[in-house]
């Protein structure tokens, strides 16, 4: 091996601002970037990928340890995998270590390395048997060699002689048959695991209608200029159909594709609808499925490589950006919009729809964004020339979008006209749908029975000893139990206070009380409930989604879960009670959200030519947003929202890091936080205005014991903005070194 070869750098799955230097054994043959190679860091054994070959250490050559051993059976990390971390750390202000620990889990790591050994004892374990196999085959030729011997001894047309050639033939079958099971475990280790593979698809099956043909060329133009496409559809005017045409003719000309829906929810429906045209082919992958079938896609797109196949289409959530891809053509961001993209924590604290953009870079590839309700950053993109807006403004099954109707809760309440937290009219309205044998769904954003308990004597509200939130209250066969929605916490129910021992009463409804209004309101109905709660197994959810596609189910109570994506051709009311909670979010985006939230819900219903009607209880039934919903113009709503946006000099005007300081102590926390609001405030210095907003307290300010303060900073979008960027994690790293401080700060770059 040549001496330059001789020193690696390594990335650790670790937050480490740099990759340590390695030596390799003088007996190494060869290695390259990618390679995975166990070292020692820190007293303790990681599992690094290899990011450079041939350095020139920066430290002393005595000071740098030797690899502890090349992990051979570990599969390669590609170039462009690498490639997207450092993106990634470096946008969204962490290491690459951290992004190299999300797409590899340590657990996946540990699995890997188990599955190698599993391999090794299955192997072992097959040897034997056939090895047992063969040995019984012998056994019994040997047995039949016998009994010919002996029959040859016996004297023609004897009954002996008879018997024996009996026993001949018996053993002979007997031989034939251990002989066919031998070939089968033979062969089927030669087999192994099959894989996908896409031959003979093409771009058939589906016929576009006029808009979607005309939408389709304007698409194909936008990637010709090189550009990703913002494709605003209303919903239900056949976005997905335009979706899984492109991806056709990607897999067709032999390239692979990513389509990425925000949560898992809706990759069930899309499943079923993409896999009849990818002859049921489709990868599918989410952080919520088991590590087994988690490692089986990424060896379905790994395998694809190895082998030089062509069209693989994975179907995910954000955490498929980090599958080994290769070669992709077109990348799909269905729903754009939806803040789900975002991972909160821990780090890589990135959102997947820019990461999309990221990858779509590295492989050249064509991205297309969609959604009925786009980002503003997204239009903002469109109109600067970045990205192309292409629009499409009918509806499929030719329908105008559902009417909205706002009924005013406080005027109904003085009129004694609300039963619970229905309306007369709303109760009618249900009653008039499902007598037509149509479905309804009522969105309602708090989950539990009820969101807050508080005691009638003294005022006092049950708040989660940990958190400062208000604990709600869940029923169920055994009373029920209160529960913070924040950390986790539980205690079993009792309806006295603990301080004064005064009655507990229950304010507001949650998903759980709606259900069980709506089925007391509507004995006939079948009601079903669709929230976290609900879904926390998994088969039951699709099970409830797919109850209700086929009708069993007649009216779904559920969160914002029930608004995204799904397709139901006979749901024509759609209702949002409470909806004010939606508003209710001390955050600039609220009113954005809240228009998305509820033009999707809208968009759900009436999608088969019936024209649907979304009605909304509020109590505030002259907020802006109803207005702008009302008149049918999100167009319109945004060009609003967007130039409320440039006044205030929010995003996508400007770039928003936000720093995120928690501790148990909360004097501490209060001297900290200030002094590196200070500290921050003096790299900005020579900016018009000061860009740093806070310390300031979040609306929740303490979770798991940990009290929270907020420092946000607003970087205009300039040429500067990257060093900008770069200063303010210099600032933090230097704050936590020289405070010693560490484990305190986060920094949350674009926070939605
Ligand atoms: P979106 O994704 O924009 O909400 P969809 O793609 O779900 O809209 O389309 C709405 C409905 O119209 C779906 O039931 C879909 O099957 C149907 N549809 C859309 N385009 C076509 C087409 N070209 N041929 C047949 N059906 C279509
Ligand atoms: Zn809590």
């Given at each position: 091996?040549?001496?330059?070869?001789?020193?690696?750098s390594?990335?650790l799955?670790?937050?480490?601002?740099?990759?340590?230097c390695?030596?390799?054994?003088?007996?190494?043959?060869?290695?390259?970037?990618?390679?995975?190679?166990?070292?020692?860091?820190?007293f303790?054994?990681y599992?690094?990928v290899?990011s450079a070959?041939?350095?020139?250490?920066?430290?002393?050559?005595?000071?740098i340890?030797?690899?502890?051993?090349?992990?051979?059976?570990?599969?390669k990390?590609?170039?462009?995998?690498?490639e997207?971390w450092?993106?990634?750390?470096?946008y969204?202000l962490c290491?690459s270590?951290?992004?190299?620990?999300?797409?590899?889990?340590?657990?996946?790591v540990?699995?890997?390395?188990?599955?190698?050994?599993?391999i090794?004892r299955?192997?072992?374990?097959?040897?034997r048997?056939?090895?047992g196999?063969?040995?019984?085959i012998?056994?019994?030729?040997?047995?039949?060699?016998?009994?010919?011997?002996?029959?040859a001894r016996?004297r023609?047309?004897?009954?002996?002689?008879l018997?024996?050639t009996?026993?001949?033939?018996?053993?002979?079958?007997e031989?034939?048959?251990?002989?066919?099971?031998?070939?089968?475990?033979?062969?089927s280790r030669?087999?192994?695991?099959q894989t996908?593979?896409y031959?003979?698809i093409?771009?058939s099956?589906?016929?576009?209608?006029?808009?979607?043909?005309e939408?389709?060329?304007r698409?194909?133009e936008?990637?010709?200029?090189?550009k990703?496409?913002?494709?605003?559809?209303?919903?239900g005017?056949?976005?997905?159909?335009?979706?899984?045409?492109?991806?056709?003719?990607?897999?067709a000309e032999?390239?692979?594709?990513?389509y990425?829906?925000?949560?898992?929810?809706?990759?069930?429906?899309?499943?079923?609808?993409l896999?009849?045209?990818?002859?049921?082919k489709?990868i599918?992958?989410h952080?919520?499925?088991?590590?087994a079938?988690?490692?089986?896609?990424?060896?379905?797109?790994?395998s694809h490589?190895?082998?030089?196949?062509?069209g693989?289409?994975?179907?995910?959530t954000r955490?498929?950006?980090?599958?080994?891809?290769?070669?992709?053509?077109l990348?799909?961001?269905?729903e754009?919009?939806?803040?789900?993209?975002?991972?909160?924590?821990?780090a890589?604290?990135?959102?997947?729809?820019?990461t999309?953009?990221?990858?779509s870079t590295?492989h050249?590839?064509?991205i297309?964004?969609?959604?009925?309700?786009?980002?503003?950053?997204?239009?903002?993109?469109?109109?600067?020339?970045?990205?192309?807006?292409?629009?499409?403004e009918?509806?499929y099954?030719?329908?105008?979008?559902?009417?909205?109707?706002?009924?005013?809760?406080?005027?109904?309440r003085?009129?004694?006209?609300m039963?619970g937290?229905?309306s007369?009219?709303?109760?009618s309205?249900i009653?008039?749908?499902l007598?037509?044998?149509e479905q309804v769904?009522?969105?309602?954003?708090r989950r539990?029975?009820?969101?807050?308990?508080?005691c009638?004597?003294?005022?006092?509200?049950?708040?989660?000893?940990h958190c400062?939130v208000?604990?709600?209250?869940?029923?169920?066969?055994?009373?029920?139990?209160?529960?913070?929605?924040?950390?986790g916490?539980?205690?079993s129910y009792s309806?006295?206070?603990t301080?004064?021992?005064?009655h507990?009463?229950?304010?507001?409804?949650?998903?759980?009380?709606?259900?069980?209004?709506?089925s007391?309101?509507?004995p006939?109905?079948?009601?079903?409930?669709?929230?976290?709660?609900?879904?926390?197994?998994?088969?039951?959810?699709?099970?409830?989604?797919?109850?209700f596609?086929?009708?069993?189910?007649?009216?779904?109570?559920?969160?914002?879960?029930?608004?995204?994506?799904?397709?139901?051709s006979?749901?024509?009311?759609?209702?949002?009670?409470?909806?004010?909670?939606?508003?209710?979010?001390?955050d600039?985006r609220?009113?954005e959200k809240?228009?998305?939230?509820?033009?999707?819900f809208?968009?759900?219903?009436?999608?088969r030519?019936?024209?649907?009607l979304?009605?909304?209880?509020?109590?505030?039934?002259?907020?802006?947003?109803?207005?702008?919903?009302?008149?049918?113009n999100?167009g319109?709503?945004?060009?609003e929202l967007m130039s409320?946006?440039?006044?205030?000099g929010y995003?996508?005007y400007?770039r928003?890091?936000?720093?995120?300081?928690?501790?148990?102590?909360e004097?501490?926390?209060?001297?900290m936080?200030s002094?590196?609001?200070?500290?921050?405030s003096?790299i900005?210095?020579?900016?018009k205005?000061?860009?740093?907003?806070?310390?300031?307290?979040p609306?929740?300010?303490?979770?798991?014991d940990?009290?929270?303060?907020?420092?946000?900073?607003?970087?205009p979008k300039?040429?500067?903005?990257?060093?900008?960027?770069?200063?303010?994690?210099?600032?933090?790293?230097?704050?936590?070194?020289?405070?010693?401080y560490?484990?305190h700060?986060?920094i949350?770059?674009d926070?939605?």
């Open positions: 091996m040549m001496e330059t070869q001789k020193f690696i390594v990335i799955p670790l937050k480490l601002e740099w990759e340590p390695y030596s390799l054994p003088e007996d190494t043959y060869e290695i390259c970037v990618g390679q995975r190679v166990k070292v020692r860091f820190a303790k054994e599992i690094g290899v070959v041939g350095i020139t250490p920066e430290i002393a050559v005595e000071r340890q030797s690899i502890v051993s090349i992990e051979e059976g570990l599969e990390i590609l170039p462009e995998e690498i997207l450092r993106k990634v750390a470096e969204y290491t270590g951290e992004v190299y620990k999300a797409a590899y889990p340590s657990g996946k540990n699995l890997e390395e188990a599955r190698a050994a599993a090794s299955t192997m072992l374990r097959r040897e048997l056939l090895e196999m063969r040995e019984k012998r056994r019994l030729e040997e047995r039949l060699e016998k009994k010919e011997a002996m029959t016996t023609e047309g004897t009954k002996a002689r018997m024996h009996e026993g001949s033939e018996k053993l002979r079958k031989i034939n048959m251990a002989k066919e099971a031998l070939a089968a475990a033979e062969s030669e087999t192994g695991t996908a593979s031959q003979g093409s771009e099956g589906i016929v576009l209608n006029n808009a979607q043909k939408a389709y060329d698409i194909c936008g990637f010709g200029n090189g990703p496409v913002l494709l605003h559809g209303v919903t005017s056949g976005k997905t159909e335009i979706y899984i045409k492109l991806a056709q003719k990607t897999i032999g390239r692979n594709v990513l990425l829906v925000p949560e898992i929810a809706l990759s069930r429906q899309l499943e079923e609808r896999n009849v045209h990818f002859g049921g489709v599918t992958y952080s919520g499925e088991s590590a079938r988690r490692r089986a896609a990424a060896e379905d797109v790994r490589t190895d082998e030089g196949r062509s693989y289409i994975v179907l995910g955490s498929s950006l980090f599958l080994p891809h290769h070669d992709l053509g990348i799909v961001v269905d754009e919009h939806d803040s789900s993209y975002k991972q909160d924590s821990p890589p604290r990135y959102n997947g729809r820019d999309a953009l990221m990858l590295i050249g590839s064509n297309i964004l969609g959604s009925a309700t786009p980002s503003l950053e997204e239009l903002y993109n469109c109109s600067i020339g970045k990205h192309t807006l292409v629009r499409l009918e509806r099954h030719a329908g105008e979008s559902a009417g909205v109707m706002i009924i005013d809760t406080k005027a109904e003085r009129k004694k006209g039963e937290n229905f007369r009219k709303l109760i309205l009653r008039e749908t007598s037509k044998g769904m009522i969105l309602r954003s539990a029975w009820a969101p807050v308990l508080q009638d004597e003294c005022g006092k509200i049950v708040r989660c000893p400062n208000s604990l709600s209250y869940h029923k169920d066969e055994k009373g029920g139990f209160i529960a913070c929605h924040y950390c916490f539980r205690s309806d006295s206070c301080s004064c021992g005064g507990l009463k229950n304010l507001g409804a949650g998903t759980q009380r709606i259900e069980e209004e709506a007391r309101l509507f006939e109905a079948v009601v079903a409930r669709l929230d976290s709660d609900a879904t926390q197994n998994k088969t039951y959810e699709s099970k409830i989604i797919r109850a596609s086929k009708g069993e189910i007649d009216i779904l109570v559920g969160t914002q879960m029930v608004t995204k994506g799904f397709d139901f006979n749901l024509t009311l759609v209702a949002a009670i409470a909806a004010d909670t939606l508003l209710g979010l001390q600039f609220a009113d809240a228009l998305q939230v509820l033009e999707q809208r968009g759900r219903c009436g999608r030519g019936r024209r649907g979304f009605i909304i209880q509020t109590s505030q039934p002259d907020h802006p947003v109803y207005s702008r919903l009302s008149s049918g999100i319109m709503a945004c060009t409320e946006r440039q006044e205030f995003p996508p400007t928003i890091v936000e720093v995120i300081l928690k501790d148990t102590d004097k501490r926390l209060t001297v936080s002094r590196l609001a200070d500290e921050l003096g900005t210095d020579r900016m205005d000061n860009p740093v907003e806070g310390p300031y307290m609306v929740t300010d303490k979770i798991a940990q009290h929270i303060r907020a420092i946000r900073i607003s970087l300039d040429r500067n903005l990257k060093k900008r960027k770069q200063k303010i994690l210099n600032v933090v790293h230097k704050f936590e070194k020289d405070r010693r560490d484990g700060i986060t949350n770059v926070p939605v």
